[in-house]
């Protein structure tokens, strides 16, 4: 998720942007019904597990709730499918598309402080996103994400929000970059995580991969270069469909690896019956996924903070298996997931 070949000096530049942004920033659960949710009432403690005691925020009319209201009349049976998508609270991506981010997060972040719940947040732009493939985009250079990353921050403000960092951008940090590249995404991360972790009631998770992707090792030692040890921790799985029991070794391998003190989230949107079987791009809106657990933050494991919804199900992977572009409703793949769903 990164292509970026700018002089060194731009990445000096970027990362003066970022700190005077940390400044300038000090200064200015689980499911539960609406009913059930308590009310925000300013930042989450310090150290705490962020989802604890407070309902994840689950935004109106999202894709799911649109089609479901769509097929309502025609479709009886097929609007019920997409309803049980839609009931769920889910995260809400940022990047380019956004507009300002300031204001688009800001927007976001005053929704869901109304409904007294917790949002949960992908910051999504980082330069060479996605090593040109179907979420390809990002920002043009070094200084653009770190002036987007500052009005990102900005935008939440004080409030409390989770904020999953850049999916992809360390799996796929040796895939497409050169070695002075990825020593570039490093650092953008690391201030990245600076920014957003200097907003006292943000929790930062660093997209991790999956457990059927890098070594732990191999990702434990990513994760530290980037900058963990100032963020709450790292996210598993995140668009993919790993499943629960292999995600909750590989992470809490990590966890280890990485001297504990640490926590992560799970992607349990559509892992209800695990990965695909293996081809190209098996996990490229493959069939016969099923949803996966709903949002929670009853695990049963101690650095496990909570299993999260952070792909919408239903939602494209890219222009592959019969699928729209990426990000776009598939009826059809949300119907099916949400048929084969144990629940």
């Not at 600076?194 to 992707?213: C, I, K, M, T």
Request: glycine share 10%.
């Amino acid at each position: 998720m990164l292509h970026q070949r700018s002089h060194r000096k731009w990445l000096l530049l970027a990362s003066s942007a970022l700190a005077l942004a940390s400044m300038a920033c000090r200064s200015s659960r689980a499911p539960a019904s609406p009913s059930e949710a308590p009310t925000a009432s300013g930042p989450s403690l310090p150290g705490g597990n962020p989802f604890a005691g407070i309902a994840m925020y689950r935004a109106p009319w999202s894709n799911a709730e649109n089609a479901q209201r769509a097929a309502e009349k025609a479709n009886p049976a097929e609007a019920a499918l997409f309803g049980k998508i839609a009931a769920q609270p889910q995260s809400s991506w940022f990047g380019g598309w956004s507009g300002d981010i300031a204001t688009a997060v800001g927007n976001y972040v005053n929704a869901a402080e109304r409904a007294g719940q917790l949002p949960v947040l992908v910051a999504y732009n980082v330069p060479n996103r996605d090593c040109g493939q179907y979420s390809a985009g990002g920002a043009a250079d070094v200084g653009a994400y770190a002036t987007w990353i500052a009005g990102f921050a900005e935008g939440i403000g004080d409030r409390r929000a989770v904020v999953v960092l850049e999916p992809d951008a360390l799996p796929l940090l040796e895939q497409c970059l050169s070695k002075e590249d990825q020593a570039k995404r490093l650092e953008l991360i690391r201030n990245a995580v600076d920014v957003l972790a200097a907003r006292p009631g943000v929790a930062v998770y660093l997209d991790a991969g999956h457990s059927n992707w890098a070594p732990a090792a191999t990702m434990a030692d990513r994760l530290r270069r980037a900058g963990v040890e100032h963020a709450r921790g790292f996210s598993l799985n995140v668009s993919n469909f790993e499943a629960d029991p292999a995600l909750i070794a590989y992470g809490n391998e990590v966890v280890k690896l990485l001297g504990g003190g640490v926590f992560f989230i799970i992607d349990s949107s559509r892992n209800g019956n695990g990965a695909a079987p293996t081809d190209a791009e098996s996990w490229c809106n493959p069939e016969g996924r099923a949803l996966g657990r709903a949002p929670s933050a009853e695990t049963g494991e101690a650095a496990l903070d909570a299993f999260v919804w952070v792909k919408r199900p239903g939602e494209s992977d890219g222009e592959c298996k019969g699928g729209p572009p990426a990000g776009q409703w598939f009826g059809a793949r949300a119907a099916e997931m949400a048929r084969n769903a144990k629940w």
